[in-house]
């Protein structure tokens, strides 16, 4: 087995920057600037409304693309990936192209007297594109090692379709599914490039820290940063933690 003093370089590599942090954050001191808690409610109240839409859409399509033997497969993968590669800053300016006052898609609501910019709408949107091609994919590699024979022999003993996917597919794809909620959790909350330029307002976390960090500098933003770090991080802890754990198919 490899020594443990070849992992050190890599180790401290990862947690020299948190360590740095506990060390510089000024504890006594310690307090949010005008508008933080504003930017974590956002970040959070809207990330409530974006992870249930993005399990809602993600499931369907993922499933589709684990068990379907359709020729338009490769397409819709690709076109799940060219958002997951595409970066945030660009993705950005692509989705004022058309979901702006004078985007293509963005004409036609402005003229239902609707709009996608710089409003929570638009920033549940932005956490949409960010995170929901990590799910997708991660969901349908989770789907596609459920063994095929499994699913056959719950339908040859009357389970339906529903009743196949809900009570063995999902619990079997569990692990992989945790992974993928992790990380759409995580890109959720902590967008910055997509929601910097498609939706400046309302401001999450992520834009507050830059502002703070443009206007009074590092020093400003570690209790903020905490905040951040406090709020992204446990849930993806805690869904890597129930990975090892496997749930049982309920009774069909």
């Known amino acids: 087995m490899m020594s443990l003093w070849f992992a050190l370089p890599a180790l ?16 006594r001191g310690f307090h ?29 399509l993922a499933f589709w ?33 058309v979901y702006g006052p004078y985007g293509t898609v963005g004409t036609g609501l402005s003229a239902l007297g609707l709009s996608l910019t710089n409003n929570a709408g638009a920033f549940v949107l932005a956490q949409m594109y960010g995170a929901l091609p990590y799910f997708v994919m991660s969901a349908r590699t ?13 339908k040859t003993l009357g389970a339906s379709r529903w009743q196949t996917l809900h009570r063995l597919t999902l619990p079997l ?18 967008e910055f490039g997509i929601t910097m330029v498609f939706c400046y307002f309302p401001q999450g976390i992520p834009v507050k820290l830059y502002i703070n960090l ?22 993806p802890l805690w869904c890597f933690s129930r990975m090892g754990k496997i749930k049982k198919p309920a009774e069909l």
Do not use: C, K
Request: hydrophobic residues 60%; charged residues 10%; aromatic residues 8%.
């Open 214 to 235: 443009q206007n009074e500098g590092v020093d400003s933003v570690y209790s903020l940063l905490w905040i951040l770090l406090l709020t992204t991080l446990p849930f």
């Open 142 to 154: 989770a789907i596609e090692a459920v063994p095929l024979d499994v699913e056959e022999a719950a």
């Open 173 to 190: 794809a569990s692990r992989g599914l945790a992974t993928g909620l992790a990380i759409a959790w995580v890109r959720a909350v902590g």
């Open 12 to 27: 401290a590599l990862l947690i020299i920057p948190f360590i740095t942090l506990i060390l510089l954050t000024p504890w």
């Open 65 to 97: 693309m684990a068990r379907t033997n359709s020729h338009w497969r490769s397409w819709v993968e690709v076109a799940v990936m060219i958002p997951l590669l595409t970066p945030p800053l660009a993705l950005g300016i692509l989705l004022v192209s």
């Open 32 to 60: 949010l600037a005008y508008g933080d808690w504003h930017s974590v409610m956002t970040s959070l109240g809207l990330s409530g409304i974006s992870i249930p839409l993005i399990i809602l859409l993600g499931i369907p």
